[in-house]
């Protein structure tokens, strides 16, 4: 039985490169971070879509760029830990992602209508944390400092950048439907240097020196627990691992080069 899969798989055809193509891929994407326990949360999992323009050289390498769009979510009351569950965080974010990426492909495209593959390269993406306040009114968190960005007495913390670098790499499955269609199964992880997509990283500060400094609002925000606070009582992150996320889904490539002669 494997074999006869693995031959339908990998049935040869012999084929020309189609040059450029234009690429939508519509999905689901999930965050790692602070705010979850395992790699994929199914409660979690948001739509997403991506359009790429392709240079498909009909051999082994390929080259691609890319725009991204998805929605980030987590919440602390999906967590299966108490202590987690007190802390009572949440966060949701909107993620516009632009990158440019290699595709190597593991089996010959001339050769074979269908073949795994895999990817890397890098991108640049805007993020923007938000949550939603004791009135239920949409409040953007960084602004706030709520883990004492900006403070005299915290000098060694800064405000971070809502615009950060990513690593994309990942893996698919192509099948070449004609000259002029491919559908492709893709899997891909966002490496980053942030820990802070979800607004959180390290310990509580005090919230009366939070609260003189960056407001009300940012005490309010910072500590949601529904007991009496007590600085250190309750971990806010873990900064020594950063936050990811990973998008995955069908993508359909079509043959544009009629457009460029």
Request: hydrophobic share 35%.
């Amino acid at each position: 039985m494997m074999f006869r899969l693995i031959f339908l798989l990998l049935v040869t055809n012999v084929c020309e490169g189609q040059e450029w193509q234009a690429e939508l891929m519509a999905g689901a994407s999930g965050y790692n971070g602070d705010l979850t326990q395992r790699r994929v949360t199914i409660s979690q999992l948001r739509p997403g879509l991506n359009l790429n323009i392709k240079y498909n050289s009909g051999n082994v390498i390929n080259v691609r760029a890319g725009i991204v769009y998805t929605r980030l979510v987590a919440d602390d009351k999906n967590s299966t830990e108490n202590s987690l569950k007190r802390r009572n965080l949440n966060f949701k974010s909107d993620i516009l992602e632009l990158n440019a990426i290699v595709e190597i492909n593991l089996f010959d495209p001339e050769v074979y209508v269908s073949y795994p593959y895999l990817f890397g390269g890098a991108g640049v993406f805007h993020f923007n944390p938000f949550t939603y306040d004791k009135n239920n009114l949409k409040t953007y968190l960084q602004p706030l400092g709520t883990e004492g960005q900006g403070l005299e007495q915290y000098p060694e913390r800064k405000k971070y950048s809502l615009i950060q670098l990513c690593i994309p790499v990942g893996a698919g499955w192509k099948w070449i439907i004609n000259d002029n269609l491919d559908i492709s199964y893709e899997l891909g992880y966002r490496i980053l240097f942030t820990d802070y997509l979800d607004d959180v990283s390290k310990t509580y500060v005090n919230l009366d020196a939070l609260a003189a400094g960056n407001g009300p609002k940012s005490a309010e925000l910072s500590y949601r627990g529904s007991s009496p606070f007590r600085l250190g009582a309750i971990r806010r992150g873990n900064s020594g691992t950063n936050d990811s996320y990973f998008f995955t889904g069908i993508k359909i490539s079509t043959n544009i080069n009629s457009l460029f002669r």
